[in-house]
C-alpha cells in the first residue's frame, strides 16, 4: 500500500530552527520531495532527495533515511516569511507522486 | 508572464453551469498536469498529459473533462458540479525525460490555482 505522514501544524518562534517529519510506507521508492506553499499561492519545489543522507541548501536542509522510510525538512534562522505549508511527497515505482497532506507552519515573533 | 499562469483565479458556479479553467505553461516543458487541492488533504491528481497524450485518470467524475490542446495550454472543463467539488484546482507542468515516463528528476512547475466554489 502507499502511506504518507507529517504533522497537521506546528508552531515556532522566528530565528529558532524547526523540523518537520515525513514518514512514509511504500514497496517501490523513486526519491522524496518537499514543496512550500504559502497560502493563496503555488507550490513551490524546495528539494528532491533521493539516496540517503542530508541535503543543504542554504537555511533549509532535507534529510533522507530509505531504510527508516523517513524524512525531515529543516529550517533555520526562521524568518516571519518562512510561515506557509511545506508538503512531503515520495515518488513511488511506477513514478507517482504521493502526496502527505502538507504541515501548515506558523512564525511567531 | 514566466511559469505557469491559471485563469480565472476564483470562480463560484451553480450546480447547472459550465464553465472552464484555463492553465498556460511558459516554461517548454512537455507535460501538463491537474491537481485538487481541498483543506487538510493529500494533493490529489486529477489528469496527466504527457507528450500530448492523456496518460492517466484516477477515476475522476465525467463532470470534470480535460483538453490540452498544445503542449502549452490545458482546460479543466466543468459540468454539473457538487458543492464537494469546490476546492483548489492546480496546475502543473514539468519536464519528462522520457516518453511516458516522469523521473523523479521532473520537477513540478504548480500555478496559484483557481479557487472553486460550487453552490
Known amino acids: 500500500g502507499q502511506n504518507i505522514d507529517q504533522p497537521t501544524e506546528m508552531t515556532a518562534t522566528e530565528g529558532a530552527i524547526v523540523q518537520i517529519n515525513c514518514t512514509y510506507q511504500?514497496?517501490?521508492?523513486?526519491?522524496l520531495f518537499w514543496y512550500q506553499q504559502h497560502a493563496g499561492e503555488a507550490p513551490t519545489f524546495l528539494s528532491y532527495?533521493?539516496l540517503d543522507g542530508l541535503e543543504e541548501k542554504g537555511r533549509f536542509s532535507s534529510f533522507l533515511s530509505r531504510s527508516k522510510g523517513y524524512s525531515y525538512l529543516l529550517l533555520k534562522e526562521l524568518q516571519m516569511k518562512d510561515s506557509a505549508s511545506y508538503l512531503c511527497?515520495?515518488?513511488?515505482?511506477?513514478?507517482?507522486?504521493?502526496w502527505g497532506a502538507g504541515t501548515k507552519l506558523i512564525i511567531k515573533p | 508572464e514566466t511559469g505557469v499562469t491559471q485563469t480565472p483565479r476564483h470562480l463560484v458556479m451553480g450546480m447547472t453551469n459550465k464553465k472552464s479553467l484555463k492553465c498556460e505553461q511558459h516554461?517548454?516543458?512537455?507535460?501538463m498536469y491537474w491537481y485538487k487541492q481541498s483543506a487538510k488533504k493529500p494533493l490529489e491528481l486529477m489528469f496527466v498529459?504527457?507528450?500530448?497524450?492523456?496518460?492517466e485518470n484516477n477515476s475522476v467524475p465525467s463532470r470534470f473533462s480535460p483538453e490540452c490542446p498544445n503542449s502549452s495550454h490545458l482546460f479543466l472543463h466543468l459540468h454539473t458540479l457538487q458543492p464537494e467539488d469546490s476546492a483548489l484546482y492546480l496546475c502543473?507542468?514539468?519536464?519528462?525525460?522520457?516518453?511516458?515516463?516522469?523521473?523523479?528528476?521532473?520537477?513540478?512547475?504548480f500555478g496559484a490555482g483557481s479557487r472553486l466554489t460550487v453552490l
Open positions: 502543473a507542468s514539468s519536464q519528462d525525460e522520457e516518453q511516458g515516463t516522469t523521473s523523479g528528476a521532473n520537477v513540478l512547475t
Open positions: 516554461l517548454g516543458h512537455n507535460a
Open positions: 498529459y504527457n507528450f500530448k497524450e492523456q496518460t
Open positions: 511504500t514497496s517501490g521508492f523513486n526519491g
Open positions: 532527495n533521493v
Open positions: 511527497a515520495y515518488m513511488d515505482s511506477n513514478y507517482q507522486l504521493i
